[in-house]
């Protein structure tokens, strides 16, 4: 079953404006603030979010049902002047379902291809583990490649291109484990977590009159949004941060308690998502702190822990993050002037 939501534009035949770093932070702060008047309590997932968004990267949403995911990536989709599809994935779903379909056009007497619903800037596949394993390969083409191919013949996708998947616990009835992967093609993984008291509250007192996703609209355009991602493309990194990322990489490739360490891939995230955050925060160059705050959510879900460490600690999520606390402790931090822009 599919579900499609789209902000319509009138299309433009000039290039997207190239905006300044001091542009980008203000229209991040400003998407940042519009998201937060409907996401409680929960800056570092919206940031996080954000953060994915602008570095042209793919996010996972992974957490009980009932405390905002979708909420979340609905969010993010309106604040953002961009086509935004919705996909609710169920255990029938089709790759036809998720791709598209050649149809056979009786009066013009030949095949045409009908999009699904990946042809959008922001693709959200709710419950993206109940779907079976076949089903989720769809998404491995075009969340690599942003391109589709259909009966031979490859479409390529819209600029830009990010899917936000919720997932629920794998241990809960009616889900699939995503395959290692479909999960190194996330960028991020991260957890909702329950609101506090405070945030629950207003919550509640918010939503007895109207939804809080009918009060806002979108704050960039889609131009606009291209634009702050081809900015955020060209934030400096110094040899000495790639060097940073790469070693903390390395180690957990070479750590006796981890089968499967971080992939190449993941150190290349890594570094993007770093830029994106450089930019939320105000800076044009990557500190090593970057780094460090995104080491979890851009490597946790790429690790695999031994049989033997999975024995002694029982459970994975917190002997993955125990691990990589130690692994980035152990990393010599590089001498970075902290100097604002």
Same mark, same amino acid.
């Given at each position: 079953?599919?579900?499609?939501?789209?902000?319509?534009?009138?299309?433009?035949?000039?290039?997207?404006? #190239?905006?300044?770093?001091?542009?980008?932070?203000?229209?991040?702060?400003?998407?940042?603030?519009?998201?937060?008047?409907?996401?409680?309590?929960?800056?570092?997932?919206?940031?996080?979010?954000?953060?994915?968004?602008?570095?042209?990267?793919?996010?996972? *949403?992974?957490?009980?049902?009932?405390?905002?995911?979708?909420?979340? #990536?609905?969010?993010?989709?309106?604040?953002?002047?961009?086509?935004?599809?919705?996909?609710?994935?169920?255990?029938?779903?089709?790759?036809?379902?998720?791709?598209?379909?050649?149809?056979?056009?009786?009066?013009? %007497?030949?095949?045409?291809?009908?999009?699904?619903?990946?042809?959008?800037?922001?693709?959200?596949?709710?419950?993206?583990?109940?779907?079976?394993?076949?089903?989720?390969?769809? +998404?491995?083409?075009?969340?690599?490649?942003?391109?589709?191919?259909?009966?031979?013949?490859?479409?390529?996708?819209?600029?830009?291109?990010?899917?936000?998947?919720?997932?629920?616990?794998?241990?809960?009835?009616?889900?699939?484990?995503?395959?290692?992967?479909?999960?190194?093609?996330?960028?991020?993984?991260?957890?909702?977590?329950?609101?506090?008291?405070?945030?629950?509250?207003?919550? +509640?007192?918010? %939503?007895?009159? #109207?939804?809080? *996703?009918?009060?806002?609209?979108?704050?960039?355009?889609?131009?606009?949004?291209?634009?702050?991602?081809?900015?955020?493309?060209?934030?400096?990194?110094?040899?000495?941060?790639?060097?940073?990322?790469?070693?903390?990489?390395?180690?957990?490739?070479?750590?006796?308690?981890? %089968? *499967?360490?971080?992939?190449?891939?993941?150190?290349?995230? *890594?570094?993007?998502?770093?830029?994106?955050?450089?930019?939320?925060?105000?800076?044009?160059?990557?500190?090593?702190?970057?780094?460090?705050?995104?080491?979890?959510?851009?490597?946790?879900?790429?690790?695999?822990?031994? /049989?033997?460490?999975?024995?002694?600690?029982?459970?994975?999520? #917190?002997?993955? /993050?125990?691990? +990589?606390?130690?692994?980035?402790?152990?990393?010599?931090?590089?001498?970075?002037?902290?100097?604002?822009?």
């Amino acid at each position: 079953m599919t579900d499609t939501s789209t902000h319509r534009r009138e299309p433009r035949t000039d290039a997207p404006r #190239a905006l300044t770093f001091d542009e980008v932070h203000v229209l991040a702060s400003r998407i940042t603030r519009t998201m937060e008047s409907v996401i409680s309590g929960k800056p570092d997932a919206v940031q996080m979010a954000l953060t994915v968004v602008l570095a042209g990267g793919h996010l996972l *949403l992974e957490d009980v049902p009932g405390v905002g995911k979708t909420m979340l #990536a609905r969010a993010l989709g309106t604040t953002v002047g961009s086509r935004v599809n919705r996909i609710q994935f169920t255990p029938d779903l089709l790759p036809s379902d998720v791709t598209g379909v050649s149809v056979y056009n009786q009066v013009e %007497r030949r095949f045409e291809f009908s999009p699904g619903p990946i042809f959008a800037n922001i693709v959200i596949g709710d419950e993206i583990n109940r779907a079976s394993p076949k089903t989720q390969s769809a +998404l491995l083409e075009s969340m690599e490649e942003r391109q589709v191919t259909v009966d031979g013949t490859t479409y390529p996708l819209a600029k830009p291109f990010t899917v936000v998947a919720t997932q629920n616990p794998i241990e809960m009835e009616g889900t699939y484990a995503l395959p290692e992967a479909q999960r190194d093609r996330f960028m991020a993984r991260i957890s909702m977590g329950y609101p506090s008291a405070d945030a629950e509250v207003s919550m +509640l007192t918010r %939503r007895e009159s #109207a939804n809080p *996703l009918d009060t806002i609209t979108a704050v960039v355009t889609n131009d606009e949004l291209v634009a702050m991602i081809d900015a955020v493309g060209s934030v400096y990194v110094s040899p000495a941060v790639t060097h940073y990322a790469v070693e903390i990489a390395r180690a957990t490739r070479s750590h006796p308690d981890l %089968r *499967l360490g971080a992939s190449p891939r993941s150190t290349l995230q *890594l570094v993007r998502a770093a830029r994106a955050l450089a930019v939320i925060d105000g800076y044009e160059f990557v500190l090593p702190d970057h780094v460090d705050r995104l080491v979890r959510p851009v490597f946790g879900h790429r690790l695999v822990a031994t /049989s033997r460490a999975l024995g002694h600690s029982g459970d994975s999520e #917190a002997l993955i /993050s125990d691990l +990589l606390d130690d692994v980035v402790s152990a990393t010599p931090v590089p001498a970075i002037a902290p100097a604002r822009h």
